[in-house]
């Protein structure tokens, strides 16, 4: 995504945003079901805050950024406002098609297509039995990627960054969730997840998203169930946690970079890398002690609005040690 809005050649946004779509479908399906096998049901209410605490203070802290940002730059108030309303709504994607054109905040519609996906799946598994989910999400699948297909045949836009023609990519993620709830497993080779991030890159290179986008689905299927499958992954290398700390705010602050650094490709690769050196304090200053108080004020809260019962305290101890790296993308 990143070498992509730098001006490197490939389609790496279109793939790499793909990728991040199963392994975030993958990791909260299997959040909200572990948590339901552990307590007979899904707190929602918990989960909305848990989400709201990872992605609300760090956007907020982008957003006002961005506009004096922009306001150094000599835009508007009207002008930094229209950029500022659809992602602090989670409405980019749809905005930007429809009502609005974006210059500084675009890259945004990604995130919305994630708290969509947050809004309504938890929702949407409540109401499906268990025994039926499974044949529910394949067939929920196929009609999500035939829509997809018609999206980007006829409206390549809302193809691109529609909630509606992307969620197939998440229902692929869902559904090796589920899979591996029912009890199954593959032994897969220590060398596979590499060769699956590998393989995936190199799709970068195909520039017909009909062929390309099912390829990579299918590919971080493999791979996230390669990642899963054995003890540590390649995810517990120390550079790939260090950006997935960073990830998220790497993703909202690059884009205003690259707006300043303008057209020269020298200076849009410092630009990206500055994006990570502002992204690393607000995950020290900000992110990361929000997170740690999440818990706390969500037992307060509850406490406040239940006074006679006791807060629910379900570990969730594999969201945590991934949570930076699931909203990385864009």
């Known amino acids: 995504m990143l070498t992509s809005h730098v001006g490197l050649p490939g389609q790496g946004g279109a793939v790499g945003v793909t990728l991040f779509f199963v392994l975030s479908g993958f990791l909260i399906t299997d959040l ?118 018609i999206a980007w045949s006829y409206f390549p836009e809302w193809g691109y960054s529609s909630t509606d023609a992307n969620a197939y990519a998440l229902a692929a993620g869902c559904l090796v969730a589920l899979v591996r709830r029912n009890g199954v497993r593959l032994r897969t080779p220590t060398w596979l997840p590499l060769f699956g991030v590998v393989a995936i ?53 690059h884009v205003p970079l690259l707006m300043i650094a303008g057209a020269a490709i020298e200076n849009r690769i410092t630009a990206a890398l500055a994006s990570i050196a502002v992204a690393w304090p607000s995950w020290v200053v900000l992110e990361r002690h929000v997170l740690a108080r999440r818990e706390h004020d969500w037992t307060r809260l509850t406490s406040r609005i239940r006074p006679s019962q006791s807060a629910a305290n379900v570990s969730h101890t594999q969201l945590e040690a991934v949570d930076p790296i699931m909203e990385g993308s864009g």
């Not at 195909?206 to 099912?214: C, F, Y």
């Not at 169930?225 to 960073?246: N, T």
Request: glycine share 6%; aromatic share 12%; proline share 4%.
């Open 32 to 149: 909200l079901v572990a948590e339901q096998d552990t307590s007979g049901t899904i707190q929602l209410g918990r989960f909305y805050f848990r989400r709201a605490y990872r992605l609300v203070p760090a956007l907020i802290l982008y957003l006002v950024g961005a506009g004096l940002i922009a306001a150094w730059r000599g835009m508007n108030l009207a002008w930094i406002w229209n950029e500022t309303w659809p992602p602090l709504l989670y409405a980019t994607n749809y905005a930007h098609l429809t009502v609005t054109e974006l210059d500084m905040n675009w890259h945004a519609w990604s995130l919305a297509v994630e708290e969509h996906f947050y809004l309504a799946w938890p929702l949407i598994l409540l109401a499906i039995p268990v025994q039926r989910r499974v044949r529910s999400i394949v067939i929920g699948l196929l009609v999500l990627f035939t829509w997809s297909v």
């Open 201 to 253: 890159v190199s799709l970068t290179t195909i520039s017909a998203h009909v062929v390309r986008q099912p390829l990579v689905v299918m590919l971080s299927v493999v791979t996230v169930l390669a990642c899963v499958g054995s003890d540590e992954g390649v995810l517990a290398v120390s550079p790939l946690r260090f950006m997935g700390r960073v990830s998220y705010g790497t993703y909202l602050w």
